[in-house]
């Protein structure tokens, strides 16, 4: 079981796309050698600004409901777990429906695999193998407390809005304190090119700095 | 004769670099490790607390140590998969000899039969040209033990002043600039107290991709309302959300310093006590600094005006602040003043020697900070002492047993030391830890420089692209395989632990080292029996001195999680024996006495005052122009380390930025007709390279950047120049000018090498 008091968080604004996530993710003994954590770019081209994904374990998990196999289960203390190796058909449902787009099939092994918060790990007492390494602490285990903390410029949220669709989730994301919409992300709202209400509180170099260079060939 | 005894591609195909990917053991999850052994990262200056894995002989992984304070467990992707260069295919397990008939260019030979031949050609070159026709290169990757002993034996055992470091390339600018101003070379605090300062300033330091652990310190600081200001010409992670970027232009730091100062002079934000009590030289400075109106400023650095002042205004009425810079500062023909400027703006502020606030330099290498201070630089003797300063060395000469008439005096630099083997004054090499042929700028020149050696001995724990020229190469030990210590960013002297045996008939480096004093029948000074009793002479060499060690033991390193030097073993006020002195975690505090000043003040001179200096800028050698019209800048890549000789080597980190690249502006790149992922030229006086183009809007448009991390036509330094800066003779990395169009055909190599290679 992992402790309740004990909690995942996700601050995006603090990944600087260093990947040992998803390098510590293929340590970790459930699933050696594979990562679980995928880790991307936004838009390179124009930004440094990388997200790292990890599975949000939902309250009501969109993968376990439209398994037909049965094979995704979440215990109890709210970890949804990766597919059950007998049960799993790979048939992919769970990759179409997840809304965080997180689980993976793996052709060679006929088995959806995704994150499980280092169960071996946080079952034990320890924190996730990405947490623990993350150098910038983009990726946070620990209590509430210690994330209010730490973090007096941002508020966690499990809420997500997804077109229809509300998800509570285990795992929170961490968003600027002041806003509105800071209880709740909508994430169908946040694809359009202009979001509606979107306050981004914390600094980010988003003029161009270089609109006055000259480029003398 | 050190020349390449066969094609490349054939010493490729024997030696690698081929990748380490997790197999067997180290895939299983039934295997349980026999031990976990506390140690830190092989890699950067940061040092993180790692604890190793270890199965039999084999390191199989990590756990992360959460105990150490310095980083908690937090790691970069370098310190995650740093375990998969153990047990490597391309591991060098016994001796091996120039044969250009053997495959792969190399026959191994008996380990034995190496030091005897090296001997003998160490021999024979002296006696036919002289002692000081040998000379050493030595590294800061390496423990502060060895590092010692390198020195010593360049001197005693070798008896010639030609030696130096590869911290040549990395922290002499800051060492030097340190000296001037405050009379010691050492980051002022612990990184603990950039937490709640009010304001951090980083220059010329891409922290989340060279330092990934000081990222949580800045921005630990930010959320407790710190201001953010980055100073680089490119949108490096650690920028993309400050509060103030200044884009400066490459090469015009010195400028931007004396802009900034001129605003504080200006409108009073300045400390005119703590000038006037602690500092001599500021009047000088001032006055330099009035020409540096902000419109010139702006002109000559490409800052804008608006942000100069904005800078002056949060730098100036801080009450608390931190300053920190690394290469991006210092790699310049001008590196030392660029320095000096950076120093001038926190003297002026008074905030130093305080909590919440501090200056420090970014180590690069592991032992970037022990590395230079205990003698294996060109001019210095153990606990940074002087070489030409007759009283340090009768006291060396005093520990070392030696007539201190034997003791030869300063040499030159690591490239200085390339154009004496090119003018043919120096005819042997030996190498450790230093890897010139990718390390060091316009390496056309350094490889001519190589092939006229008559002798060449490389050590390390991996055939790396310059011992390829070697005619001896001595297998030596990988950081694991010994213990030691190390001096971290903030100067915390911590322990690197043994974790496995040397393989085969590798050999911890002080071993082989001390076997070539014996073979050469001189050795007198070289009998160590273990790290911990070079350690022991270490600790009396450097006794007081500025870098003094005495106090320091393996025990109390580990009982405190490292020790901050200077710690003496006796008072230096009362000279009574001080065995619980904790260290020196704060510099500058005041009313602190240190061995310089003696109770005169907090600052390293018998005055205890700091020095301010003027930093006066220069435009950098072999600017732009019109034949050379864009700046190139290079530099560091999160998951590759240095030269590449591991990182290269271990399969994870070369998938996640396989190549290098060039890093271009859309707005340059579409004037000359180019596309992302087009293959492009870059070209200087003194070469050229074609590689894939990475057209993003996160570098100034009239700037190219290349990575440096990798060898032959895939080299960035086959570009730079090799001018230096006149006091520290760090080489001009980080600018020179350079044209750039799209390349006629794809590279020689594609096809044929692997990413990596």
């Known amino acids: 079981m992992k402790p309740e008091h004990l909690q995942f968080f996700i601050d995006p604004n603090r990944c600087i796309g260093c990947q040992a996530c998803v390098q510590a993710c293929t340590e970790c003994d459930t699933h050696r050698g594979v990562s679980m954590i995928h880790l991307e770019y936004i838009e390179r081209s124009r930004s440094v600004q990388t997200v790292p994904v990890v599975c949000m374990h939902c309250e009501q998990p969109t993968c376990a409901e439209v398994c037909p196999a049965d094979a995704i289960k979440r215990t109890a203390d709210g970890v949804v777990q990766s597919a059950r190796k007998p049960r799993c058909i790979a048939c992919g449902n769970c990759v179409m429906a997840c809304p965080f787009g997180v689980p993976e099939v793996y052709e060679d092994r006929q088995l959806m695999m995704k994150c499980d918060m280092c169960y071996d790990r946080t079952s034990t007492g320890k924190k996730p193998m990405c947490a623990t390494v993350c150098p910038s602490q983009a990726l946070f285990f620990g209590t509430r407390e210690q994330i209010e903390q730490l973090r007096p410029m941002s508020v966690p ?7 229809n669709q509300s998800i509570t989730t285990q795992v929170n994301m961490m968003l600027p304190k002041d806003g509105a919409h800071q209880m709740l992300v909508n994430v169908t709202d946040a694809m359009n090119d ?6 981004v509180s914390l600094p980010v170099v988003s003029a161009d700095p270089f609109a006055e260079v000259e480029v003398a060939l | 004769m050190a020349t390449i005894p066969t094609d490349e591609l054939n010493i490729i195909q024997h030696f690698g670099p081929h990748l ?11 295997i349980e490790p026999d031990r976990l052994v506390k140690t830190h990262c092989c890699f950067c200056g940061q040092q993180c607390g790692i604890q190793l894995k270890v199965k039999g002989n084999e390191v199989i992984g990590f756990e992360p140590w959460e105990d150490f304070p310095f980083n908690r467990g937090m790691l970069c992707p370098k310190g995650v998969k740093r375990y998969l260069q153990g047990s490597h295919p391309d591991r060098l397990t016994t001796a091996l000899r120039r044969d250009p008939k053997a495959e792969g260019g190399f ?26 026709a040998i000379a050493m290169l030595s590294g800061a990757s390496l423990t502060t033990e060895k590092a ?5 034996f360049a001197r005693v055992c070798l008896k010639t002043p030609y030696i130096d470091y590869n911290g040549r390339l990395c922290m002499v600018s800051a060492g030097a600039g340190n000296k001037k101003a405050f009379g010691i070379d050492r980051t002022t605090s612990p990184w603990s107290d950039m937490v709640g300062t009010e304001v951090v300033w980083v220059a010329g330091s891409n922290v989340a991709e060279c330092s990934p652990i000081t990222t949580n310190y800045i921005w630990q600081a930010r959320e407790q309302g710190a201001k953010v200001i980055v100073q680089d010409p490119r949108i490096t992670p650690i920028a993309r959300t400050c509060d103030l970027f200044l884009p400066v232009k490459p090469g015009r730091d010195a400028a931007l310093f004396s802009g900034v100062l001129q605003l504080m002079i200006e409108n009073g934000w300045i400390d005119r006590q703590f000038i006037e009590n602690h500092t001599n030289g500021f009047e000088q400075l001032a006055d330099y600094c009035k020409q540096w109106t902000p419109a010139k400023t702006a002109e000559v650095t490409g800052v804008p005006e608006r942000s100069i002042r904005l800078a002056a205004e949060w730098w100036g009425q801080a009450k608390s602040s931190f300053l920190f810079h690394a290469r991006g500062i210092e790699h310049h023909s001008v590196g030392v003043q660029n320095v000096l400027g950076a120093i001038n703006l926190v003297l002026a502020s008074g905030r130093i020697g305080k909590p919440k606030s501090g200056y420090g330099t970014i180590t690069g290498q592991a032992n970037g900070q022990g590395g230079r201070e205990h003698g294996q630089k060109c001019d210095q003797l153990p606990g940074l002492r002087d070489i030409a300063n007759p009283e340090h060395r009768k006291y060396i000469a005093s520990v070392w047993k030696i007539d201190e008439k034997d003791l030869p005096g300063p040499g030159v630099d690591a490239y200085e030391l390339m154009r004496k083997i090119d003018a043919g004054e120096i005819k042997g090499l030996i190498s450790i830890c230093f890897n010139p042929m990718v390390s060091l700028p316009d390496n056309n020149f350094v490889r001519r420089a190589l092939e006229k050696l008559e002798f060449y001995v490389a050590i390390d724990f991996f055939l790396n692209d310059t011992a390829r020229y070697a005619d001896i190469v001595l297998p030596g030990s990988l950081q694991e395989e010994d213990e030691g210590v190390v001096a971290q960013v903030e100067g915390r002297v911590i322990k690197i632990n043994k974790a496995v045996d040397c393989p085969g008939e590798a050999r911890q480096d002080w071993r082989i080292i001390q076997d070539i004093a014996k073979a050469l029948n001189r050795p007198h000074g070289f009998t160590f029996t273990s790290p911990r009793e070079i350690f022991e002479e270490l600790r009396i060499a450097s006794k007081g001195g500025i870098a003094d060690y005495s106090g320091i033991t393996y025990e109390k390193i580990e009982r405190q999680f490292g020790v901050f030097w200077p710690c003496p073993s006796n008072d230096y006020k009362t000279g009574q024996p001080v065995p619980d002195h904790p260290g020196t975690p704060r510099l500058f505090e005041p009313g602190s006495y240190n061995s310089i000043a003696k109770g005169n003040g907090p600052f390293y001179f018998p005055d205890g005052k700091a020095r301010f200096n003027v930093s006066e800028y220069r435009a950098p050698v072999d600017d732009i122009s019109q034949e ?3 700046f190139l800048t290079t530099g560091r890549v999160v998951s590759q380390f240095l030269s590449g000789t591991q990182t ?22 579409e004037k000359l007709g180019i596309q992302d992922k087009d293959w492009v030229t870059a070209e200087t006086r003194r070469g050229s390279i074609t590689l894939r183009a990475m057209v993003v809007t996160t570098i100034r448009p009239d700037t190219i950047f290349i990575p440096y991390h990798w060898a032959g036509k895939k080299s960035a330094n086959q570009l730079t120049v090799s001018a230096q800066d006149p006091i520290s003779k760090i080489p001009q990395y980080k600018v020179c000018g350079c044209r750039v169009k799209k390349a006629d055909a794809p590279p020689s190599y594609e096809g044929k090498l692997e990413a990596q290679q």
């Open chain 1, 157 to 163: 949220t499990n809420r997500f809005q997804f077109g």
């Open chain 1, 194 to 199: 202009q979001p509606k209400a979107r306050n």
């Open chain 2, 20 to 30: 380490a990917r997790m197999s067997g053991e180290r895939l299983s999850t039934a």
């Open chain 2, 107 to 132: 026959a191994p030979i008996s380990y034995a039969d190496a030091i005897a031949k090296v001997a003998s050609e160490i021999q024979r070159i002296q006696n036919a040209y002289g002692n000081d």
């Open chain 2, 148 to 152: 010692y002993l390198n020195g010593k």
């Open chain 2, 628 to 630: 050379y019209p864009i």
């Open chain 2, 648 to 669: 290269r080597r271990i399969g994870p980190l070369v998938d996640q930025y396989p190549e290098p690249r060039i890093e271009i502006h859309p707005r340059l790149a």
